[in-house]
């Protein structure tokens, strides 16, 4: 069985960083994307930023380019999410997310790409 635990959620003071870990436990595939999502109260789950195990490509979304970065552990199944220059609108909760795919964009675009689900980690950002 397939495990997502995600770790490093958090309280922050707006222009803080966190950063996210989550493992990928029980998994045997040599070739995925894994990545994080975020939910807001009364907003859409949406992709943030998703990376492909093999190439290593990655997908992110407007409103996190260039603050957050992305990185994989493969020997470990390990992504990351580095986040930088916090804010506000950062708060939510932030929800792993793994599928069976080359492409990071693929991954974070499309919920029909998500195989597996990890349980959500809360980041809030006081102003």
């Known amino acids: 069985e397939v495990q997502l635990q995600a770790s490093g959620g958090g309280v922050v003071q707006a222009g803080g960083s966190l950063k996210l870990s989550c493992a990928a436990l029980?998994?045997?595939?040599?070739?995925?994307?894994i990545g994080w999502y975020r939910q807001a109260p009364g907003k859409e789950r949406e992709g943030i930023s998703c990376i492909a195990s093999g190439d290593g490509n990655t997908y992110y979304s407007d409103s996190v380019k260039g603050r957050f970065t992305i990185s994989i552990d493969n020997t470990k199944n390990t992504v990351y999410l580095q986040m930088n220059s916090l804010k506000p609108e950062d708060t939510a909760v932030y929800y792993c997310?793994?599928?069976?795919?080359?492409?990071?964009?693929?991954?974070?675009?499309?919920?029909?790409?998500?195989?597996?689900w990890g349980e959500g980690t809360q980041v809030t950002v006081s102003s």
């Open positions: 029980g998994f045997t595939f040599d070739d995925y994307a």
């Open positions: 997310a793994l599928g069976l795919s080359d492409y990071g964009e693929e991954a974070c675009t499309y919920y029909s790409a998500v195989d597996w």
